[in-house]
């Protein structure tokens, strides 16, 4: 793209200002009505998509392809050539040839569990969905346990046992193992450390606690970039003992989240959507309620987006808020000055008029203060025992991990570490700037590595043992909730792929059990009952029964915390988890890298999120490169201007900027650890923002596919719904006649299915779930950063995201936009050569091998939901790569145009059943690939001819509306329409 | 000035516009005779495979059931190919010596599979199923010939998109009752019409939506 005229933020905001009534706003560049925004709007691609980008001139280019139509008729001439087909040699018996096996399973992030459906394809695992059995997945996934299939087949993954960066094998190392060991058994294991992250897993606990019996001296470390210290250290101040804080957002009228994104990063966030939607959904405006959500927060989250009143204030301004809210609820503490007075005050007011329904919560990014403050105030307010319980945390060990991590390095530093045994992690990358783990590692005399790519760490490391994915191991871990998941292999490892359980028992005399042996003998001495008859239930289950961590009395033993220090400086730096690559441990997934990102849509990269406040006093546009100084330390970054991001606050995602990864990650980013310190680990107080007049290319999908200026998102408050149910048809046109139409409206009579889908904006949170889940289902090519920028991202379904108001603070609406499947098509009618077609069910199909490329569907197409392979995306993918693939879903080569099908293959597969059995299709069989990811279940698929059926009844509903319905498309996909809930004693 | 074209050239001319049509025509014919000859379609081809394995020894001979060895034809899209341990359940005690059968033991043996070359194959872009087909009464001959007769497998039809759209717009002409889909000797009675008309309404086969792209492409 050209470059713009600088943004006059000014303007911007003046033209917010002035706008009346509901206007909704997708990046600045719009609302400035930039020239390069205008013509982004008004071509189908952005200028160049269109156009191949290498220097070659026009008459070479019309010579090549005079050539080329000449010799094209040739190209129908190569007959199929001869395939092989491999039976099995001995044929599993469970296995119905043809027909994929789904196994309950978990993944595991951050130590806690996901529990998960896998699905094989004769023994090769294509898809994850959530497990509905598990208490905290729901049926639901995270976009991170989507995208872990991808991960498995990673051509990129450590392969084999590394000495000194030389292949070595797993025998050799295990006698190297036992070299030392025998050394270190005269001394009691003084010299030995072991660092792993957070953990679960109760088998590889009383593995540690056996090899910490047999060498007392030696020591076991934990450390998680993205600790939940802070929650640990205030459930101790408060209560005396660490526990987890359990929420029952279903219960809650009124919610303070204090910078706590509950429906994405914690580690329970698919319950807490699920619950926290159910109190969002209405139906009918008569008696309509809705919960309702004040998020207090420095960075727009997704949490935030969902609020009735969000809040942007600095992190370190937050604990300021608690303890006003605290002190107008009338706790005896500390109070600090605070200039949103009236707005704590009205959220005291709501809150103490719902006691015992209300909750607060405070994310893990606070000091334990403000924790203490949440659990005060949850007393006072009655909630703990309603919609707050405590539980044992499920970690066996809680410690502060910084803690943990400060010690190691000490001892590392002393030179007294013999043999340093690393658990995944990449400590080199990922701890604190300030505590030098990497020259403290290079003293320890044998550093292993247990991990699944070589990275930076990887380097520190003698031995470097390839770790087997999740889906190649027997293992076990527990769920927030305390819920224990067997975790089972689907595949043998690719690799020579280890997993802990087999680390750990290697040093052990004698060694070489596999992990099936070590996890089951674990469980066989816990005596279960019938313990053949327990395990496999809890196999097939994916859950082990009743095994949820035990409710705990806890006595508040807190008087109110001291104020915590703050350092001064007016900027504050932020660090936060990336929403996809999360702590940098999925920056060489290419599924998650070209996930735009919640709100800002930003993809392959980070960038420091700064308001556009400080945006306008440092003059800075979006790309600008700044250096950041901060304790210190300098870093460069590009810039990215954030509406809603609190004035003074620049936020960086960590996990970016790797220097040793595998090739998808690679330069990629910039890396946020190089700043972040022990004293700083989630906020810090004296940054200084420095403009270096250089550009970066930031790219992000924000303006792709745009719509202009018409009726795509609608939006209202609840008291207008109750007042009038159809508020929001008001001053809208009426849907069209069916047959005003030139063509035959009743060439379709739709007798038999016909399919419908319905998308609840009010409960989408904008995760991106949707996205990557059909990604995984439909084979959806990535197509890398520069093709991006071209606008040639091929998601099927994309998540808008609507700003609404002012520049500072504005109301975030997501929408999920997946193909509308319109009755009255616009892209049929102009396809030449019949490749876009409808069938006699409305769906709108897209047929590959007769598509010739024209693109003319896709530019007649008003929703912009088509996808044209510009370029053959699927080139060059190794055997092992291939096996990703959805081998029910065709593989689109280049020059071919696609689209969402409603997971047709799905439709099929469902019918197939159907007719054998000689019955009709049920409700609720056929569920959408982005329907079944969602947390939220805002996506209902069904059939329209069924008026029993959810997606009827859906669409029955007064907030139904059709997406640009006035041009008469009839489109089978309708949305209902978000409301929020203010507090009418505030102003909006 | 002299003239440039010698009468000759009118001659020249006349026979290259005859030629160049005549080679077009003969071009698209023969493009055309390529397209639907054995060499492009495979039809009554027998493929060499790693064990000349016969149907009609097996079938016509032996009398086993097409689904002894292809289990999964009635539950899945995949007919199934026998595992060698199939194989074994005679072979272990017959012809336990025989050089023909070498492959097969060696499989056994080194716990590797029998490659066996593919005799009816689809574009990858297309999804056919078995069980929809063996359940709404289209018989194994009706695709695959009378296998019970061939000593080598062959592709008995084309499987070309036309062959399958032949039976798809008309399924009354090629139906037969359920329980017949597996019998070799089945032939079509006088009255195919009434009984395929019988069979569609009793299969609920909806004839309407079966030339549907989304049938058989995703």
């Known amino acids: 793209m050209k470059a713009d005229a600088p943004l006059d933020l000014d303007t911007i905001r003046q033209r917010l200002a002035g706008t009346r009534g509901r206007k909704y706003w997708r990046c600045l560049e719009e609302v400035a009505e930039t020239p390069a925004f205008e013509e982004f709007l008004h071509r189908e691609f952005p200028a160049g998509a269109s156009e191949w980008g290498d220097e070659f001139s026009r008459r070479g280019f019309l010579q090549l392809m005079a050539a080329s139509f000449a010799l094209a008729g040739f190209s129908a001439c190569t007959k199929q050539p001869l395939e092989k087909i491999v039976p099995y040699v001995r044929q599993p018996p469970e296995l119905t040839p043809g027909k994929p096996l789904y196994f309950a399973t978990a993944l595991t992030l951050g130590g806690f569990a996901q529990g998960v459906v896998a699905t094989s394809h004769e023994g090769r695992p294509t898809k994850i969905e959530g497990n509905p059995d598990h208490p905290v997945s729901l049926g639901a996934t995270k976009v991170f346990t989507q995208a872990a299939v991808l991960d498995l087949y990673d051509p990129d993954r450590a392969q084999t046992v590394l000495r000194a960066g030389q292949p070595s094998d797993w025998n050799t190392f295990v006698s190297a193992m036992h070299a030392i060991l025998q050394d270190q058994q005269t001394k009691a294991g003084t010299g030995i450390r072991i660092l792993t992250g957070s953990t679960t897993s109760p088998t590889l606990q009383s593995q540690l606690n056996a090899f910490l019996h047999q060498y007392s001296a030696a020591k076991w470390h934990q450390w998680e970039p993205l600790s939940r210290d802070n929650i640990r250290d205030g459930a101790w101040q408060a209560f005396g003992e660490i526990v987890e804080t359990q929420y029952a957002f279903d219960k809650a009228d009124v919610i303070l989240a204090l910078d706590a994104d509950f429906l994405f990063t914690h580690p329970s966030s698919l319950r807490y959507a699920r619950n926290f939607a159910q109190r969002r959904r209405v139906k009918d405006a008569a008696g309509a309620k809705m919960s309702r959500l004040y998020a207090v927060e420095p960075t727009p989250t997704i949490t935030g987006s969902m609020a009735d009143h969000r809040l942007p204030v600095s992190s370190a301004e937050v604990e300021a808020i608690a303890r006003s809210l605290a002190q107008k609820l009338g706790l005896e503490v500390e109070a600090a000055a605070t200039p949103h007075e009236e707005w704590v005050a009205a959220v005291a007011r709501d809150l103490q008029a719902h006691p015992g329904t209300g909750i607060v919560i405070a994310g893990e990014t606070q000091p334990a203060a403000v924790h203490v403050l949440a659990h005060l105030i949850n007393a006072k307010l009655n909630n703990s025992g309603q919609t707050i319980t405590y539980t044992v945390p499920a970690e066996p060990v809680p410690v502060n991990q910084l803690t943990s991590l400060q010690t190691l390095i000490k001892d590392l530093q002393s030179g007294g570490v013999d043999l340093l045994i690393m658990m995944e992690g990449n400590p080199v990358f990922d701890t604190p700037a300030d505590l030098g783990f990497a020259e403290a590692v290079a003293k320890a005399k044998t550093v292993v590595r247990l991990g699944f790519e070589e990275n930076e760490t990887s380097r520190y490391c003698h031995w470097h043992i390839p770790a087997a994915h999740a889906l190649e191991s027997w293992s076990d871990v527990c769920a927030f909730d305390g819920t224990v998941t067997l975790i089972q292999p689907l595949i043998e490892p690719l690799f020579e792929g280890k997993t802990a359980h087999e680390l750990i028992d290697a040093l052990f005399q004698p060694p070489g059990r596999n992990s099936y042996d070590i996890v089951r003998a674990y469980w066989q001495a816990q005596k279960w009952p019938n313990f053949e008859k327990t395990w496999r239930t809890a196999l097939n289950d994916g859950v082990v029964a009743g095994s949820a961590s035990p409710a705990q009395q806890v006595k508040l033993t807190a008087k109110a915390p001291s104020k915590t220090a703050q350092a001064s400086g007016k900027l504050e730096i932020l660090f936060r988890p990336d929403p996809s690559i999360w702590d940098g441990r999925f920056v060489n997934n290419g599924w998650l890298q070209e996930l735009p990102r919640p709100i800002s849509k930003l993809t392959w990269d980070n960038a420091a999120l700064v308001s556009p406040v400080l945006a306008q006093r440092e003059k800075l546009e979006n790309g600008d490169v700044v250096t950041l100084k901060f304790g210190g330390r300098t870093l460069r970054a590009p810039v990215w201007i954030m509406p809603g991001q609190a004035e003074n606050s620049v936020t960086l995602h960590l996990g970016y900027g790797r220097e040793r990864t595998g090739r998808v990650g690679a330069g990629t980013g910039f890396n946020a650890y190089a700043l972040r310190t022990s004293q700083a680990l989630w906020s810090g107080a004296g940054l200084e923002i420095k403009r270096t007049g250089e550009k970066y290319p930031l790219v992000d999908t924000q303006k792709h596919h745009s719509v202009e200026g018409r009726d795509i998102v609608r939006s209202g408050t609840i008291g207008e719904f109750t007042a009038n149910a159809r508020f929001l048809e008001a001053h809208k046109e009426p849907r069209p006649e069916r047959d005003v139409t030139l063509y035959h409206p009743d060439e379709f009579k739709y007798d038999g299915y016909k399919w419908g889908m319905s998308i609840d904006l009010n409960v989408c949170i904008g995760c991106n779930a949707c996205t990557i889940a059909c990604q995984a289902e439909n084979n959806i090519a990535v197509v890398g950063k520069t093709q991006v920028a071209n606008g040639r991202e091929m998601h099927w379904i994309r998540v808008d995201a609507y700003f609404q108001g002012s520049l500072d603070n504005p109301e975030v609406n997501n929408q999920p936009v997946p193909c509308m499947h319109c009755e009255n098509a616009p892209c049929e009618l102009v396809c030449p050569v019949g490749a876009t077609v409808h069938d006699d069910e409305g769906l709108n199909v897209q047929v590959y091998n007769r598509c010739i490329g024209t693109r003319y569907c896709s530019n007649n197409c008003p929703y912009k939901v088509r996808r044209f392979n510009f370029l053959e995306f699927n080139a060059g993918m190794t055997p092992v790569q291939k096996m990703v693939k959805n081998p029910d879903v065709t593989v689109r080569s280049r020059g071919v145009m696609e689209k969402c099908t409603y997971c047709t293959q799905r439709i099929n597969a469902a019918r197939i059943t159907a007719e054998i059995a000689n019955r009709k299709i049920r409700d609720g069989e056929i569920i959408t690939a982005c329907q079944a990811a969602c947390p939220v279940e805002a996506i209902v698929f069904g059939d329209l001819n069924d008026p029993e059926s959810r997606v009827v009844k859906l669409k029955g509903q007064p907030l139904d509306y059709w997406m640009l319905g006035e041009l008469n498309t009839r489109p089978r996909t309708s949305y209902l329409a978000k409301l929020r809930n203010p507090n009418p004693e505030m102003k909006s | ?218």
């Open chain 2, 1 to 218: 000035m002299a003239q440039i074209f010698s009468p000759r050239a009118n001659t020249i001319a006349r026979s290259s516009i005859v030629g160049v049509v005549a080679a077009i025509i003969f071009g698209g014919w023969a493009t055309d005779a390529i397209y639907w000859s054995p060499y492009s379609t495979y039809v009554h081809v027998p493929q060499e495979q790693p064990v000349p394995f016969s149907h009609k020894h097996h079938v016509d001979g032996l009398g086993i059931d097409c689904r002894y060895c292809h289990t999964s034809v009635e539950t899945s899209h995949y007919a199934g190919l026998p595992p060698t341990e199939t194989c074994m359940t005679c072979h272990s005690q017959l012809w336990t010596q025989a050089p023909l059968l070498a492959p097969i033991h060696r499989s056994l043996a080194s716990n590797t599979p029998v490659k066996w070359t593919r005799v009816n194959d689809l574009p990858d872009f297309v999804y056919f199923d078995h069980s929809i087909h063996v359940n709404k009464g289209v018989g194994c001959v009706t695709c695959h010939g009378q296998v019970d007769q061939m000593p080598l497998m062959w592709r008995e039809n084309t499987l070309y998109m036309k062959w399958c759209l032949e039976c798809h717009r008309a399924p009354e002409n090629q139906l037969r009752p359920r329980e017949e889909v597996f019998n070799m000797k089945w032939t079509k009675p006088a009255d195919q019409a009434a009984l395929g008309r019988d069979l569609v309404s009793k299969y609920h086969v909806h004839t309407d939506r079966l030339t549907n792209c989304s049938v058989c492409h995703h």
